[in-house]
């Protein structure tokens, strides 16, 4: 039988766990080349990096496999003997698990079943005259052909913002804290644009790192700090599920108010309101797709903003931090809307207008740093790969610009509407179809879901070489 060969792109945790899928499942004959331009196994969330940074999840919730969900606790009690489910433990730890999962996946997979970890950035997917692969191009001119591709770019960076033109490219200015962590100098004053879970490791990792105080000022639309996490039990029920899956087949504003209740239900019955949003995120693609494109949109304009500060939440020791800042004068939390950067001499002043106010404030800080988050509107990306696929008419954008177009199996839908049997997409941008699509709980099912896919739809394809230019692994960098 002829040899299959899955090219992923991106070894983030998306990338990685469905490798880990296809080893553990496979039998035929199959070559994953699991692709990474940085490291393997790890993707910026998990990257090892200067600071300790902490898991958002709890360890007992942060398995790559959902069938085994106490396999990232395992790994890590090998390390901390004392680790426990409910704690907030470095995100590097995370990432060594991967590898490890990953390395042992690969000694355990079928006798036909290999693994090919390569560096290097993929550009671009091209499909040749009269050929039943694609070839996939990397950035030195090697290719590699693929019977299916499967794209984990991850994250994309956060947004360009007109509003910071004049201080781009200038040092200080950070337009994307994961691509280029800043080093803050004692007593500098910074401002973070942004309130969200990347304004609190940059204020946590700044304030541990500078040697010295740093002042920090954060400006989001509302001015909201992400809430603690809490030690809650997720219980779903199809009971607590169907009142929302009702509401939802109405309207967003019946949906909110089902969701309200729900919280008040269980705070009523003695739980914590973070139950209300684990029920809302295990049902969150069968709402979202209930909701339909107008509500969809009502959702965006007027909800999204609470939904993602009770969604995403900090560890309790980092809140902790954060609160015992404000308190203390280090961390200021501004409410309003930034018009724009000038140069002040050697600082720099950045112009917002406070919510609700009609004239602008100034504030004169030494840095400025984009903590707004992932730019999901792929029309708008700078990813060479993904902007060549949306010029080709491949990949296209959903009509919301919150992700990409694609069908239940996550393969891309084109330009013409046609979908790619042969490209998908895998991570957080199919929040188009899904929702919620950013985190491992959620990441490890899709995961799962197209492992299993791929290994059931096999290839009907004609017989032919598998050519390969200079494919060879090159060391780690
Ligand atoms: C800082 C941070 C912390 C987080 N913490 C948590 C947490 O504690 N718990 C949780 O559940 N979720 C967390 N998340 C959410 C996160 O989205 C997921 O957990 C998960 O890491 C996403 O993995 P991914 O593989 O989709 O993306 P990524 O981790 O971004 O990986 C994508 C990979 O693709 C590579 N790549 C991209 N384009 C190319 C190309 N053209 N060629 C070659 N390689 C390419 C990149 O180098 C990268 O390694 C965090 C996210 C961030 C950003």
Not at 27 to 55: K, M, T
Not at 155 to 167: E, R, S
Not at 228 to 235: I, T
């Amino acid at each position: 039988m002829r040899e299959r060969h899955v090219v992923i792109v991106g070894a983030g945790f998306s990338g990685t766990a469905l490798a880990i899928n296809l080893l553990r499942d496979a039998s035929a004959p199959l070559c994953i080349h699991l692709i990474d331009r940085e490291q393997i196994a790890r993707g910026v969330a998990y990257a090892r990096r200067p600071f300790p940074y902490l898991l958002n999840v709890p360890a007992g919730r942060m398995s790559a496999s959902a069938a085994d969900p106490d396999e990232f606790l395992r790994f890590a009690r090998r390390r901390l003997p004392h680790a426990s489910a409910s704690d907030f433990l470095p995100r590097e730890l995370y990432g060594d698990d991967l590898s490890v999962t990953l390395a042992d996946a690969e000694r355990g997979a079928a006798d036909a079943v290999r693994l090919e970890r390569l560096y290097g950035s993929v550009i671009a997917l091209e499909r040749p005259a009269r050929s039943a692969t694609r070839r996939v191009h990397l950035a030195d001119g090697r290719a590699i052909e693929a019977d299916e591709v499967v794209l984990a770019l991850g994250n994309p960076p956060p947004a360009d913002l007109a509003a910071t033109a004049a201080l781009e490219g200038s040092a200080r200015y950070v337009a994307d804290p994961w691509a280029t962590p800043p080093q803050l100098r004692s007593g500098e004053t910074v401002l973070i644009l942004g309130s969200g879970l990347t304004m609190a490791d940059v204020v946590v990792a700044g304030a541990g790192g500078a040697r010295g105080p740093v002042t920090f000022h954060a400006l989001s639309r509302r001015g909201l700090l992400p809430p603690a996490q809490s030690a809650f039990v997720a219980a779903v029920s199809a009971a607590s599920a169907a009142p929302l899956l009702r509401a939802a087949a109405t309207s967003m504003r019946e949906l909110m108010v089902a969701a309200r209740e729900l919280a008040r239900d269980t705070e009523a019955r003695g739980g914590d309101w973070r139950e209300a949003i684990a029920v809302l995120r295990s049902q969150a693609p069968q709402l979202w797709q209930l909701l339909g494109d107008a509500e969809r949109r009502r959702f965006l304009r007027h909800v999204r903003a609470y939904w993602d500060v009770h969604r995403h939440r900090l560890p309790e020791g980092n809140w902790s931090q954060l609160h015992e800042m404000r308190r203390a004068g280090a961390l200021t939390l501004h409410a309003g809307r930034l018009v724009h950067l000038e140069r002040a001499g050697r600082r720099v002043r950045a112009l917002y207008r406070p919510r609700g106010a009609a004239a602008t404030t100034a504030l004169v800080v030494d840095r400025v740093i984009n903590c707004t988050g992932p730019d999901y509107d792929v029309r708008r990306s700078s990813e060479r790969l993904l902007r060549s696929l949306i010029a080709q008419g491949t990949a296209s954008a959903d009509a919301l610009g919150v992700g990409l177009a694609t069908d239940a199996h996550g393969a891309l839908i084109g330009r013409d509407g046609r979908t790619a049997n042969d490209v998908f997409y895998l991570g957080p941008l199919l929040r188009a179809a899904h929702w919620e699509t950013t985190a491992v709980a959620e990441l490890r099912e899709y995961a799962a879901q197209l492992a299993q896919h791929l290994l059931d739809t096999p290839r009907a394809r004609p017989l032919r070489a598998v050519m390969s230019r200079h494919v060879h692994a090159h060391a780690a960098p």
